[in-house]
Structures are given as structure tokens and as C-alpha cells.
């Protein structure tokens, strides 16, 4: 793991965030902590190394390009099975990078419009449609035997297996703008706003 030398330890960013949450807004927060701001998991150089690599694949700019998730915080803010709230980052942690793209986005579902002309139903073509609803393509939802995926797939896990980022797991959902992206990554700090949490 290429872990940064923040100057911070984990207890105190997470009491730097829980104390966040009381004082700002959910919106204030998200953006602060997860969408600007040092990134936990990398250090600053490997950091844009990472987002121009995706950039220059999707012909993109860097800015289009961010973490979220426990990687960018250094601990996790959802909650799930086995997994409990502000579980510190590890080695069986994912880089979960957002591309926010209203071109790209575009792109893409244009070509889903045409493969779906020719294809039947696939199996997530239903939880793609309620993504693709809240402005978001989640490329494992594409259908398996579509290029687009194919494609994507083949550049993520090709980013995990060269090590350059500490062989962690790279993944990334496609947004088509920066409202949808906020508006996603807020069901998540609400969840943490509304908890009883104590300050650090």
C-alpha cells in the first residue's frame, strides 16, 4: 500500500470529520473531505500519476478524475456486513475513483442505446437503468459481452495488476456530472450526520 505520509494519524481525521459533521453541512463535508483535499491511500505524486493515467485513457482531464471512498478518507463511512462504520483503510480496500464526464457519460449510453437495439435483455439491465436514472453508469451493470465493458475492465484490472498503485483494486463509476456525483456520495455522510457521534 503507497500509504502518504499525511501528517495525521487515522483517530485524527476521523475526529477531524466526525467533528465536521456537527459543524457543517452534509454538503460542506462531502466536499472538503472526500472530493478535495489530500488523498490518504497515495502520495500526492503517485495521486496524479493515477488520475492523469485514467485521464489520458478516457481522453479526459485529470480534474475529471477523483477518489472516494475509504481510500481518499482513510476509512470507510459505510456501513455493511462485516465491515463497520470508519473501518480504517487496508490492503483489502479498493481505490474507488469517479470519472464525472457529461461527454463521456453521453457517449457511452448512446452506444448501450444501439447494442440494446440488436441484443435481448441482460440479466442487470434493470439495476443499470435505475443508475443510469440517477446519473451514473456502474460499468459491471453493462452487459458482459459489450465492448464498452470489455474495454473498461480490461483497463482497471491492467491498473491493479502493474503494482503502481500498491496492487490495490481500481475501480471507477462514470458520472455525468458533478451534482449526480454529490448527489450520490451524500446518502452516505447523511447516514454519518444523523448518527449520535461523538467529537475526538
Known amino acids: 500500500m503507497l500509504r502518504t505520509a499525511v501528517a495525521t494519524s487515522i483517530e485524527q481525521r476521523i475526529g477531524k470529520f466526525k467533528s465536521d459533521l456537527a459543524d457543517n453541512s452534509a454538503q460542506t ?3 472538503k473531505h472526500v472530493l478535495f483535499g489530500e488523498c490518504y491511500s497515495l502520495e500526492h505524486e503517485r495521486y496524479y500519476e493515477l488520475k492523469q493515467e485514467i485521464a489520458d485513457n478516457f481522453a479526459l482531464y485529470p480534474n475529471e478524475i477523483v477518489m472516494v471512498g475509504s481510500g481518499k478518507l482513510g476509512f470507510g463511512i459505510t ?10 483503510f487496508g490492503d483489502e480496500s479498493d481505490y474507488d475513483m469517479a470519472i464525472i464526464s457529461a461527454s463521456l457519460f453521453d457517449k457511452i449510453w448512446t452506444e448501450v442505446h444501439e447494442f440494446r437495439k ?8 434493470a439495476d443499470f437503468k435505475n443508475y443510469l436514472f440517477n446519473g451514473w453508469i456502474r460499468p459491471d451493470k453493462l452487459p458482459f ?3 464498452v ?4 475492465f480490461q483497463f482497471f484490472n491492467g491498473l491493479t495488476k502493474s503494482r503502481k498503485y500498491g496492487g490495490i483494486s481500481i475501480n471507477a463509476g462514470l458520472y455525468k456530472s458533478w451534482d449526480f456525483l454529490e448527489k450520490y456520495q451524500l446518502k452516505a455522510i ?3 450526520k444523523n448518527l449520535p457521534l461523538k467529537r475526538k
Open 190 to 192: 447523511n447516514q454519518c
Open 118 to 125: 440488436t441484443k435481448p435483455i441482460w440479466d442487470t439491465e
Open 145 to 147: 459481452e459489450f465492448h
Open 149 to 152: 465493458r470489455k474495454a473498461w
Open 29 to 31: 463535508v462531502l466536499r
Open 79 to 88: 456501513e455493511k456486513p462485516q465491515k463497520p462504520r470508519f473501518r480504517e
